[in-house]
């Protein structure tokens, strides 16, 4: 039986990846201390040995693109990983009384990070990069693409679950007139939010989705799905149903997943996103198909790449500006862009726009691009 880096050198061959080789996407090892983690611990000994300095990857995110096509990481399945994963499917990690955690461990770590990462308008889901060349542009792209599918008018009432820093609400108001209700559990995103759209005719809320009981003519929620859970998807789409007006549509913004025995991962949940889990197609259309009628679906996951490389570049430049966070933070967020980045290229995860009508609504729908 080989040593844990034989067999570590074994497995990253298998996807053209060497160890303390030239090649960009080649790992360098710093402590060899690396090999027993990742082997003992998979991803989650692999993004805790990076943030600690045991290896190092100049173009990470094609080392993941590599690494993922080569589905690597069935070829390393560490016991230990089984009972966080069976927790994950068995226990209800987004009941309502852990509604808020993930604001407060991603979301409220620092509106001076994410002003410096973001576009303009602060709007952390993917792009929309048809006819655009800039992430400003991109993301505005995407704001003006909801709208137009869900044909706001206006005057019209919209609700926005999981609103964000306002990004949608204030383009919404702004360019379409539209009187937006946001919903978000971030303390911090509240607080600029609020300041920066106070002139126009926009509330912002600290508020769990489930409390939500009054009507909106259209109803949108963009990169808030990944944090519901499978066990709470129906509870979702049937308080969806409750608030939307009989006539009305709503946009579903969601990343997602093509292998779901990859919707949770160990490392993502401790670090970036806990209780995030990715949903499937299936598990999307087994929640809302006794709730809501599908009227239309589109896939833009390729657009989330160059979104997060995006990301990274200003996050890397702006490094310096930042006050309060550690090297160890920054290899962290390193690894979360870059390998995020790595797993859309490889397909492994995607994005999906969903819109949907109540069951009794007279209206007819044609797509929009």
């Not at 070829?75 to 927790?87: G, N, S, T, Y």
């Not at 003519?217 to 799905?225: A, D, E, K, T």
């Not at 949770?264 to 929640?287: E, H, M, R, S």
Request: charged fraction near 30%; hydrophobic fraction near 35%; proline fraction near 2%.
């Amino acid at each position: 039986m080989g040593s844990a880096k034989d067999k570590i050198h074994e497995i990253l061959a298998m996807a053209d990846i060497k160890v303390n080789c030239d090649r960009p996407w080649d790992i360098q090892v710093n402590d060899e201390r690396f090999y027993n983690r990742v082997l003992s611990e998979g991803t989650l000994g692999l993004g805790e040995s990076y943030m600690d300095g045991d290896w190092d990857c100049e173009a990470m995110d094609v080392m993941f693109d590599k690494v993922l096509r080569a589905d690597l990481e069935s070829k390393i399945q560490p016991l230990k990983m089984v009972i966080p994963i069976a927790k994950a499917w068995l226990m209800n990690s987004q009941r309502k009384s852990r509604a808020f955690e993930i604001g407060e461990k991603h979301y409220d770590i620092g509106n001076d990070l994410y002003e410096r990462m973001l576009d303009k308008r602060m709007t952390y889901t993917c792009g929309y990069w048809r006819d655009s060349e800039t992430i400003d542009d991109a993301q505005e792209a995407k704001l003006d693409l909801i709208c137009r599918k869900i044909g706001v008018k206006e005057g019209q009432t919209v609700l926005d679950i999981g609103c964000g820093w306002g990004s949608f609400a204030g383009y919404a108001a702004e360019k379409y007139g539209a009187k937006v209700t946001g919903i978000t559990v971030s303390k911090e995103q509240i607080s600029l939010a609020k300041e920066r759209y106070k002139h126009l005719d926009v509330e912002f809320r600290y508020q769990d989705y489930r409390e939500l009981d009054e009507p909106f003519n259209h109803i949108v929620s963009v990169g808030m799905f990944e944090h519901v859970g499978p066990k709470n998807y129906k509870t979702y789409m049937e308080v969806v149903k409750r608030c939307l007006m009989d006539d009305g549509l709503f946009l579903l913004h969601t990343i997602g997943t093509n292998h779901r025995k990859t919707a949770f991962d160990q490392w993502t949940d401790k670090y970036i996103f806990p209780g995030g889990v990715l949903p499937t197609l299936a598990q999307v259309a087994n929640a809302s198909e006794h709730a809501l009628y599908l009227r239309d679906l589109q896939n833009i996951g390729g657009d989330y790449d160059r979104t997060l490389l995006n990301w990274y570049e200003n996050f890397d430049e702006s490094w310096h500006e930042l006050n309060g966070y550690s090297n160890r933070f920054y290899r962290m967020w390193r690894f979360f862009l870059l390998s995020a980045a790595g797993g859309f290229r490889a397909n492994r995860n995607t994005l999906w726009q969903f819109v949907y009508s109540k069951k009794n609504s007279s209206s007819q729908y044609d797509s929009v691009r």
